[in-house]
C-alpha cells in the first residue's frame, strides 16, 4: 500500500509538472489558418482589441500616435527584470500578456510588474495552442492564470491574448470561436498590428523597423520577455522608445490606449464632430482588484506548483544521484573486479601450500524432502579426502531425517532437534561437529565433486576466516528463474570480487560457505539475531579482522523461486535481515583498527550500492515513461538504450568471469520491466518493515528438487555413528561438570560453539 501510494504521488507530481510546463507536446502544433467566411468582414479588417462580451462583435484601435508594447510569454526572472528597467529609464508602460505558470513560480515578478505602473493580461496557464483543447481545458487555462495573477498581485485582468495568435485578419472560424468563448468570460482580445519578431532575433536594427508603425498610425506591437535570450529585445527597446517619442509617440498600456480612444469619442460626440447615435462605452478599469476568492484559490494554485516543482527537483538530483551511482558502482566493477579475476587467473596464483585437513559440513534441513537426498550425495562423495557431514533435522514433518538416515552413508550423521530456526540448527551441527574447518551448506542445495576441495584451499592463508563459494541457480527452464541466474551471476559474484578487492565482504552465502572454528568463535557463533544469519556472522567476522574471500571455482546449485510470489517472500526476508544486519553492526563506524575500517567502507559501501541505489532506480523507470510521453521519443530512447547497454556490457564481463553462456542475456531488457520493479517493491516494504520495528517470520519456499550431478557408487554400508537427538549444553565451550551424560533430558544446543564437541585430533592420535 506505501509503495502505491508513493507511487500515485509520484505520477500524480510529474502529470502536474508536465502541465505545468506545458510538455504535452500535441498542444504546441502551430495550425494554418483555415476558412474565414464564418468571421465577420468587421472583425477579419478591423482593430487588434476584439470585444465579443455582451453579445457584440467590435473592434478598436488606440488613437493615433499612440504605441502600446506589449510582452508575451513571462515572467522571466531574467529578462522580464531588464523589460522594467528600460521602461522606467524612458518613462513608459507597457502590457504584459503573462503565462499562469511562470506567475505561480515568480509571483515577486509580477507584483513589480503591476508597482510599476504596466497591465497585465492573460497568455494562458501552459501556452498551448488553444484551437487543439476541449472546451473545458480552455476555460481552465483562463481561470487558473487568473487565480495566479489574483494571489502574485491582488489584481484582475479583463484582457486575454492566445498563444500562436497574430493579426485580425488571420482570425478563422476555429479561432472565432474561441475569441466568443473569451467574451462570454468577459474578456477582451488583444491581437497585435505589427510583430517585432524578436524571436527570432534578427538584429536590433531589424527588430526596431519590425516595430515601425507606418506614418502617424497607432500600433499594439508583440515583444517577448522571456522564451530564450532576450539581450537584442532589451537593447531594441532602449532606442526604440526615446526614437519614437521624440517622433510625438506616447506609449501606454492597452487599456490605457483603449481608454483614451473612448474618451476622445466621447468628446468628439459632446463637440458635436461624431453623429449623437455613436455609441460611447464606459472605460475599462486597469489593473482592477481581484476577488477574494481567486486570491485564495490562487494560493492553493501556487503551491500546488511550487510543490511539484519541488519534488521534480528532488526528482531530478535524484535521478543524478542514481546516474552517478550506476556508473560509479559499474566503474568500480569492471576496474577491481577484473583485477580480481586476472590475479586468479594467473599460472602463478596460489592460496599456498595445499589445505587437506578434514572437513565438517554442515546441513541444517527443515522439510526439505525434495532435494536432501541429491544434496547428501553430493556432499558426501566428494573428492576431498576427510569429509564429514552433519545433517542437522530442525523438527521437519516430512520424513527429511529419515531420507538421510535410509542412505546409510558412513560419512553422514543426522541429528534431530526440536524445530527452533536456522541458526540454532547451524550452531547445534557446529557444537556436533568434529572437525576445525566448518562447511554450511543449505538442504536444497547440491555441490560439485570439487566444491569443497576447492572452497577450503584459501585457508591456506591463515588470515582468512571464511570463504564465500560460487552459487549457481541449478533451476533455469523458467523465466523468473533465469532473471535469477543473470542476477546471481551479475549481482552476486561479481559484487563479491568487488568487495574481496576492498576487504569488505558483507556475505557468505548459506548455500556455500567455509569457516573456520576460531573465527566463528571469536564472533559468538551464528547470531538467531537477523533474519540475515549468513550476513549478521560475516560481517561480525571482517569486524574482528578476519580476511573473507571468494572462491571462484567453488560451485553449489540452489533451486532458486519458480513464482514471483515465492521469489517475492525470499527477496523480502533476505533485504529485512540485511538491513537488520546492517543496523546491528552500525557501531563498527565509530571503531578503530578493523572494526572501523569495515564501518566505514563496508557498511558505507553496501548502504549506497546494496540499498540506496536498488531504491532509487525506479526514479529511473518512472523518468524513462515520463520522458516517452512528454519529451522527446528519440533523445529518451536514446539515453536508455545507453543505460542498457551499459548493464549489458557489464552483464557480458561477468557471465566470461564465470564462463557461463551468454544466451540468457536476451531476456536481460525484459528484466528491466518486470523484475526489477518487485525487487523495488521489496526493498520498500523491507524498509517500512524496518523502519515501523515490525517483526518479519521465517517463510518457507515450496522446493521440487535439483537432480544431482552422477556420482560413483556408494561406498560399502557401514552402522552410522549418530546421537539421534543433540545433547542438552548449558553453555559452550562445556566445562568438566557440564560435560552431558546419557541420562540427562534431550534437547538443542542453546549457545555457540568455540571448540569441537569431539576430543581434538591431538588427543585422538
Known amino acids: 500500500m506505501l509503495a502505491s501510494l508513493l507511487l500515485a504521488l509520484f505520477v500524480g507530481v510529474l502529470v502536474v509538472q508536465a502541465y505545468i510546463n506545458s510538455e504535452f507536446t500535441a498542444d504546441h502544433k502551430e495550425t494554418e489558418v483555415g476558412d474565414q467566411s464564418g468571421v465577420p468582414l468587421s472583425i477579419r479588417g478591423g482593430g487588434p482589441i476584439i470585444n465579443t462580451t455582451g453579445g457584440q462583435e467590435s473592434t478598436s484601435r488606440l488613437p493615433d500616435r499612440t504605441i502600446a508594447l506589449t510582452f508575451d510569454d513571462?515572467?522571466?526572472?531574467?529578462?522580464?527584470?531588464?523589460v522594467l528597467e528600460v521602461l522606467r529609464e524612458n518613462d513608459a508602460h507597457g502590457t504584459f500578456f503573462v503565462v499562469g505558470s511562470q506567475v505561480a513560480r515568480h509571483p515577486a515578478l509580477a507584483k513589480d510588474i503591476v508597482a510599476d505602473g504596466n497591465e497585465l493580461g492573460l497568455h494562458t496557464f501552459t501556452h498551448p495552442n488553444m484551437q487543439l483543447?476541449?472546451?473545458?481545458?480552455?476555460?481552465?487555462?483562463?481561470?487558473?492564470?487568473?487565480?495566479?495573477?489574483?494571489?502574485?498581485?491582488?489584481?484582475?485582468?479583463?484582457?486575454?491574448?492566445?498563444?500562436?495568435s497574430s493579426k485580425s485578419e488571420a482570425i478563422d472560424e476555429a479561432n472565432w470561436k474561441i475569441v466568443k468563448e473569451a467574451g462570454q468570460a468577459g474578456y477582451l482580445v488583444v491581437v497585435n498590428d505589427l510583430d517585432s519578431e524578436d524571436w527570432q532575433r534578427p538584429g536590433v536594427d531589424q527588430i526596431i523597423r519590425n516595430a515601425m508603425p507606418a506614418g502617424q498610425s497607432s500600433a499594439i506591437i508583440l515583444f517577448h520577455d522571456s522564451g530564450g535570450d532576450r539581450a537584442q529585445t532589451v537593447r531594441a527597446l532602449g532606442k526604440f522608445i526615446p526614437m519614437m517619442k521624440a517622433r510625438g509617440y506616447r506609449f501606454t498600456t492597452v487599456t490605457e490606449g483603449l481608454n483614451l480612444g473612448i474618451e476622445e469619442q466621447a468628446a468628439d460626440v459632446k463637440a458635436g464632430r461624431a453623429p449623437e447615435s455613436a455609441t460611447v462605452i464606459p472605460t475599462l478599469p486597469e489593473n482592477p482588484p481581484a476577488a477574494r476568492g481567486d486570491v485564495w484559490r490562487g494560493a492553493g494554485l501556487i503551491w500546488t506548483v511550487r510543490l511539484a516543482d519541488g519534488l521534480v527537483t528532488v526528482v531530478a538530483a535524484l535521478?543524478?544521484?542514481v546516474g552517478l551511482l550506476t556508473i560509479g558502482r559499474t566503474a568500480l566493477l569492471l576496474l577491481l573486479a577484473t583485477r580480481h579475476a586476472r590475479q586468479r587467473r594467473k599460472k602463478s596464483w596460489s592460496w599456498g601450500p595445499p589445505v587437506t585437513d578434514p572437513v565438517s559440513v554442515?546441513?541444517?534441513?527443515?522439510?526439505?524432502?525434495e532435494g536432501i537426498e541429491a544434496a547428501v550425495r553430493s556432499l558426501a562423495l566428494g573428492d576431498y579426502p576427510q569429509i564429514e557431514v552433519v545433517v542437522v533435522d530442525d523438527g521437519s514433518t516430512d520424513g527429511t531425517a529419515d531420507i538421510v538416515e535410509s542412505l546409510h552413508l558412513r560419512n553422514v550423521r543426522v541429528v534431530r532437534v526440536p524445530n527452533g530456526g536456522k541458526p540454532n540448527a547451524l550452531n547445534t551441527g557446529i557444537a556436533l561437529a568434529r572437525h576445525d574447518l566448518i562447511v554450511t551448506v543449505d538442504g536444497d542445495t547440491i555441490f560439485e565433486e570439487d566444491s569443497i576441495r576447492r572452497l577450503v584451499q584459501p585457508f591456506a592463508d591463515p588470515t582468512v576466516g571464511a570463504v564465500a563459494g560460487n552459487v549457481k541457480v541449478g533451476n533455469r527452464s523458467s523465466m523468473v528463474a533465469t532473471w535469477q541466474h543473470i542476477e546471481y551471476v551479475i549481482g552476486f559474484n561479481l559484487d563479491r570480487r568487488l568487495y574481496e578487492t576492498l576487504n569488505c565482504m558483507p556475505t557468505v552465502p548459506g548455500a556455500i560457505g567455509a569457516f573456520r572454528r576460531e573465527a566463528l568463535t571469536k564472533v559468538g557463533g551464528v547470531s538467531d539475531e537477523t533474519l540475515a544469519e549468513d550476513t549478521d556472522v560475516t560481517m561480525a567476522m571482517c569486524r574482528e579482522g578476519w580476511r573473507v574471500v571468494y572462491e571462484e571455482h567453488a560451485k553449489a546449485w540452489t533451486e532458486a523461486p519458480t513464482t514471483l510470489e515465492q521469489l517475492y517472500r525470499q527477496r523480502y526476508r533476505w533485504s529485512y535481515g540485511t538491513m537488520q544486519a546492517m543496523w546491528k553492526?552500525?557501531?563498527?563506524?565509530?571503531?578503530?583498527?578493523?572494526?572501523?575500517?569495515?564501518?566505514?567502507?563496508g557498511l558505507p559501501f553496501l548502504a549506497l550500492f546494496g540499498v540506496a541505489l536498488p531504491m532509487l532506480a525506479p526514479v529511473v523507470d518512472v523518468m524513462l515513461v515520463y520522458g516517452l510521453v512528454f519529451w522527446e521519443l528519440r533523445e529518451t530512447l536514446i539515453a536508455w538504450l545507453g543505460m542498457l547497454a551499459l548493464q549489458l556490457f557489464t552483464a557480458a564481463v561477468a557471465f566470461r568471469f564465470d564462463r557461463e553462456s551468454l544466451k540468457p542475456l536476451w531476456r536481460l531488457p525484459l528484466q528491466q520491466f518486470a523484475y526489477r520493479q518487485l525487487m523495488y517493491l521489496v526493498l520498500i516494504q523491507s524498509a517500512t518493515t524496518a523502519m515501523t520495528g515490525g517483526r518479519l517470520r521465517w517463510h518457507k519456499l515450496n522446493r521440487t528438487g535439483l537432480t544431482a550431478q552422477p556420482a560413483p557408487p556408494p561406498e560399502p554400508v557401514l552402522p552410522p555413528v549418530v546421537e539421534p537427538v543433540a545433547p542438552v549444553v548449558d553453555s559452550w565451550p562445556p566445562t568438566k561438570a557440564e560435560v552431558p551424560r546419557q541420562q540427562q533430558p534431550v534437547g538443542r544446543a542453546v549457545a555457540p560453539p568455540t571448540t569441537p564437541a569431539v576430543p581434538s585430533r591431538a588427543s585422538r592420535d
Not at 554442515?362 to 524432502?369: G, H, M, S
Open 362 to 369: 554442515i546441513v541444517p534441513a527443515y522439510n526439505e524432502k
Open 319 to 321: 535521478f543524478v544521484v
Open 74 to 82: 513571462g515572467p522571466d526572472p531574467e529578462w522580464t527584470p531588464k
Open 133 to 164: 483543447l476541449a472546451p473545458w481545458r480552455r476555460h481552465l487555462e483562463l481561470s487558473q492564470n487568473q487565480t495566479a495573477i489574483a494571489r502574485a498581485t491582488g489584481v484582475h485582468t479583463n484582457l486575454a491574448r492566445f498563444p500562436y
Open 585 to 601: 553492526h552500525r557501531r563498527a563506524l565509530f571503531d578503530k583498527g578493523p572494526s572501523g575500517r569495515f564501518g566505514r567502507v
